[in-house]
Nanobody, 121 residues
Framework: QVQLVESGGGLVQAGGSLRLSCVAS????????MGWFRQAPGKEREFVLA???????TYADSAKGRFTISRDNAKNTVYLQMNSLKPEETAVYYC???????????????WGQGTQVTVSS
């Protein structure tokens, strides 16, 4: 069992930045790929980006150039740095742990409860 807890969400103006954190517990954190997904009201959960156990990264086209994922295995924590935020990126952001750093959400076994990000225009 892996438990994941997200934090860092809140209200930000368009063009602003936020840094989300996800703390994992229960098993060896470094053995898992970690991904970030988001879900807006009335829409399907959408892949944002992910990082493998070895540090390789995968980005959705919407995240390239503005978002950065990183991990600190000593702290059992993965981070999502979001810059130049857009109103359409308002959503609940979830972190997930799985065996591969891919866009396919079925590859992730454990999910956090999510943290709300609201981007005002």
């Amino acid at each position: 069992q892996v438990q994941l807890v997200e934090s860092g969400g809140g209200l930000v103006q368009a063009g602003g930045s936020l840094r989300l954190s996800c703390v994992a517990s229960g098993r060896t954190f470094s053995n898992y790929a970690m991904g970030w997904f988001r879900q807006a009201p009335g829409k399907e959960r959408e892949f944002v980006l992910a990082i493998s156990w070895s540090g390789g990264t995968t980005y959705a086209d919407s995240a390239k150039g503005r978002f950065t994922i990183s991990r600190d295995n000593a702290k059992n924590t993965v981070y999502l740095q979001m810059n130049s935020l857009k109103p359409e990126e308002t959503a609940v952001y979830y972190c997930a742990a799985g065996r591969l750093a891919t866009a396919n959400r079925s590859m992730y076994t454990y999910w956090g409860q999510g943290t709300q990000v609201t981007v005002s225009s």
